[in-house]
């Protein structure tokens, strides 16, 4: 059996990379691997982890490219993709345009399509925009709907979707944690922070820039201010508009590190060692649970309730009081942080993508 697995950006490929050396594993899979390059250097830093080397490289980023051109440079290549290998199964990722776009080529040419981290919803299509309508649509093209969790089966079930296609999984990010989380992780801000209470940041949602960012950073440099034993690290967003306004909120401290991008060791390992997170981000959301650190989502909606209802997430919005007090109130009561530092991660053993992989053959053989 062929299956070729598409993905494009970095999280993609933290959480499908897994998945292929999963795959690859089986004597009964032929693996082929397609990026598109919707992130090109950032892929390539997680894939050189993992040892994946993609078979196609579509290559598709471009200077000041907008949601229209990924969508439609994608499909296009892809489908040349797809008339020479003619896989037998695709899978793609959650609810970047990337997947989105690979996975109608393979509807309109008649290939089935496993949607890996299915069933998520905020049910509001501009939070996340415009992720939450990708993932609706893989989802109604999908023959395989890979669950991460009871909440996204539910969700897939009240939308009438044929139970039989859906499987509850894990998140194979828990898997990847395995490969990249090292006890013995050394890094200069590390060394910086040694002493401190450290908190990661993580800002970039495009619905978010503007006002909202602002708010972000105004509470954020308030508490760092106020809380001597604090420091910060945020690795920053590539988009200009993102730095511009870091650079003026934030830049301004000694206390608080505004970095590159960071590659995905460095990454989770310097969250492994962090205090808390704050994000606006979709996967940490699921990450910083496994290691036992709480997160304020800087959002008004997720589409990963599980996170807080189980207590290791606390959904803040995007106003500056109640992202300062809620920071202020984990750096200061220990018994609300012990709360949400020891609350059970809902996504899973790390056994994701054998899940998947077993799922896979098993169909094969009826």
Known sequence: MKILLVF??????????????ELKGRKNFQVVVCVTGQHEEMLKQVMDIFHVIPEYNLHIMRENQDLVDITTAVLIKMTEVLEKEKPDLALVHGDTSTAFSAALSCFYKGIPVGHVEAGLRTYNLESPFPEEYNRHAIDIMARFLFAPTKSAYENLVQEHVNREKIYITGNTVIDALKTTVSENYTHDILKWAQGSKLVLLTAHRR???????????????????????????????????VRELAKYYLGKSDRIKVVEPLDVLDFHNIMAKSYLVLTDSGGIQEEAPALGKPVLVMRDTTERPEGVEAGTLKLVGTKEDRIYNSLCCLLENKAEYAKMATAVNPYGNGKASQYIADIIEQNMEE
């Open 8 to 21: 494009g950006t970095r999280p993609e490929a933290i959480k499908m990379c897994p998945v292929v050396n």
């Open 207 to 241: 619905e978010n820039i503007g006002i909202s960012m602002e708010n972000m950073f105004k509470a954020i440099s308030r508490a760092v201010e106020e809380h001597n034993e604090v420091k910060l690290i945020y690795p920053i967003h590539m988009n200009p508009k």
